[in-house]
């Protein structure tokens, strides 16, 4: 069975300047979660979705940080604009209802 | 908001050496997941404790959940090399599966 995919691995951009990730969830996992780990930090939800609605987006910082999930399977991640402290490891999860999370390798994002 | 405090956030051993990090939370948790996050990689799924008092076995792991369900601990007998990396402790907060991490233990293993 295929894992979580993500793209790209690793990203550089300057601030002020926008980003976007892609995942693409395991195959049949209806929820699917975007984390942002800080170097030495555990990881942080930013967002959750069932299916293609929003079930949690409480820590995202809604004014630079936006997701969908169109159709319920791939989603998009987006950053506009980027600051310095957005510097981190974007994971995305997937999960089969309320159960085990699996995780992406991650989009490692420097903002320089 | 729901918290969970993880210590030590750094543990050093020499290989042979066991190994145990300790979650804790202030107040009582549903159940508590263990992940394990190895250098440059993402967070793997380890274990769910559900009941209180629960203990569960992973070969060399062994899992625990507080009788009051408010604390929890991953004891490594016998360290390898193999074992290094962070664990995390996570708790689900409020409905729809939503995890909070700890903020981990990094366990470097000396050969």
């Known amino acids: 069975e295929a894992g979580v995919a993500q793209s790209p691995r690793y990203k550089i951009i300057e601030k002020r300047q926008s980003v976007a990730f892609w995942c693409n969830p395991i195959?049949?996992?209806?929820?699917l979660y975007w984390y942002q780990q800080i170097l030495g930090q555990g990881p942080k939800l930013l967002i959750q979705f069932q299916n293609n609605g929003v079930v949690d987006d409480s820590q995202l910082p809604k004014d630079r940080f936006s997701a969908e999930r169109l159709k319920g399977v791939d989603s998009t991640l987006k950053i506009q604009p980027a600051k310095l402290e957005d510097s981190a490891v974007y994971l995305c999860?997937?999960?089969?209802?309320?159960?085990?999370?699996?995780f992406g390798p991650g989009t490692r994002l420097t903002v320089l | 908001g729901q918290q969970v405090m993880q210590i030590p956030q750094y543990q050093h051993v020499q290989e042979g050496e066991d190994f145990t990090t300790y979650c804790n939370s202030s107040t009582t948790l549903s159940n508590i997941q263990w992940y394990k996050q190895r250098p440059g990689g993402h967070p793997v799924f380890l274990i769910q404790?559900?009941?209180?008092?629960e203990v569960k076995k992973q070969k060399r792991l062994t899992f625990q959940f507080g009788e009051a369900k408010k604390n929890s601990s991953l004891h490594i007998t016998a360290t390898q090399t193999t074992d290094v990396g962070t664990y995390f402790c996570?708790?689900?907060?409020?409905?729809?599966?939503?995890?909070?991490f700890g903020a981990g233990t990094r366990l470097a293993v000396h050969p």
């Open positions: 996570a708790a689900f907060s409020g409905g729809y599966n939503k995890l909070i």
């Open positions: 999860a997937s999960s089969l209802g309320l159960n085990t999370q699996y």
């Open positions: 195959s049949g996992h209806a929820t």
């Open positions: 404790l559900v009941k209180s008092g």
